[in-house]
């Protein structure tokens, strides 16, 4: 199973069109927003693949809670868990330091997700890993990932 992760895409239709290229392209079946998605008009584009939505610190909370729901989607609103093979994945945007180290200081998720920094991470600490795909705008290198599963590889996508 592959799952297509990106965050920040702050209302970038162009970026965000590429991302979804490349997602089908890897045969990508679901996907997760790390949150500062910026514009229901994201939401649309992303529409297409089941996708799971956290806020990040400068979305428009009810615009784009409506945008997700409306477009048939999964708003988590701030933190968002799930399980796929095997694997439980938590998703949060990131900004909020003290909810993200409790996460990790909990050991129950085989990876966390996040966004906010614009900035792609992939590391483990501890038997957690972790994985911010870097942003779709606001970025010398806009990038997206995808994660096989259940193998928890990661590929690191420019877009």
Known sequence: MKIGVLSDTHGNLENTKRAMDLFRLHGVSELIHCGDVGSAEVVNILASIPCHFVLGNTDPAGTIRQAV???GQTCWE????????????AFLHGHDWRTFGELLASGRFDLICTGHTHEFHWMIQGETRLLNPGALHRT???????????ELQIELERV
């Open 78 to 89: 701030y933190l968002g868990t799930i399980e796929r093979e095997g694997k439980k994945i």
């Open 69 to 71: 729901l409306t477009a």
């Open 140 to 150: 010398a290198a806009p990038s997206v990932a995808i994660l096989k599963l259940p």
